[in-house]
């Protein structure tokens, strides 16, 4: 079955730490990747994405993921984290272009907190 | 300008009656989707639709339907709202060279 896992319900590091959030997948296909970001009342932005190439991406606003397809997993990571970070991150996979393989399955998302 | 927007973005209303949320995206994208956002934050497919097929995530009450007035336009909309209908509402787009989604704000929708 196609899923995403974000082990990490909340966490909460302090301005200026690094951070890293997590995603697992299972798709049986090759997976096209995503990270998204929803501030409060907002909704979702586009981080970055992994279609092939490089395994390691990068996004706006700092961040970055890598892809290991040996672990199937595609860890979101910012080396240093700023106060306007706060906000909910969602880990998605998707497959080809046609039909329901469009389709993005999302992971229950990650609320990030960040203290002064 | 806002490439996929919603309206309205909050709807407050009571039980059985009928609604619609507007979609509509400037990208010149072939795909939109519309999403539920439950109390949790989990977001969950309803419907992907071009102009070829409208593909129905089988878990949605068939209370729900899109209708897509023109390739710019995905409207959803709902009859005989329940309780469990209270949600945020995505609508988001796709375009065929690209597999990323643009979402809309979203619309809040609450039943009474």
């Known amino acids: 079955a196609q899923s995403v896992t974000q082990p990490d319900i909340h966490i909460t590091v302090s301005e200026g730490a690094s951070l890293e959030l997590r995603c697992n997948y299972s798709?049986?296909?090759?997976?096209?990747l995503f990270w998204y970001v929803q501030s409060p009342g907002q909704g979702l932005q586009l981080l970055l994405k992994y279609f092939s190439g490089d395994t390691l991406v990068q996004g706006i606003k700092g961040f970055e993921a890598e892809f290991k397809r040996s672990q199937s997993s595609f860890n979101l990571r910012k080396p240093s984290v700023h106060w306007s970070d706060a906000a909910e991150y969602f880990c998605?996979?998707?497959?080809?272009?046609?039909?329901?393989?469009?389709?993005?399955?999302f992971g229950k998302g990650t609320k990030l907190s960040v203290k002064p | 300008d806002t490439a996929v927007s919603q309206t309205p973005k909050y709807l407050v209303t009571q039980m059985g009656n009928d609604k619609s949320i507007k979609c509509e995206q400037n990208?010149?994208?072939?795909?939109m989707y519309w999403y539920k956002q439950d109390s949790k934050k989990f977001l969950k497919i309803m419907f992907s639709y071009n102009n070829k097929e409208l593909i129905i995530n089988e878990t949605v009450p068939n209370r729900f339907s899109p209708k897509s007035p023109d390739k710019a336009h995905l409207n959803l909309h709902i009859n005989s709202l329940e309780l469990g209908d209270s949600a945020v509402y995505f609508c988001?787009?796709?375009?065929?060279?690209?597999?990323?989604?643009?979402f809309g704000p979203g619309t809040r929708l609450t039943v009474l």
């Open positions: 798709y049986g296909a090759t997976p096209y």
């Open positions: 998605a996979v998707g497959g080809g272009y046609g039909g329901s393989q469009g389709n993005l399955i």
């Open positions: 988001a787009s796709r375009s065929s060279s690209y597999n990323e989604q643009f």
């Open positions: 990208l010149g994208h072939d795909t």
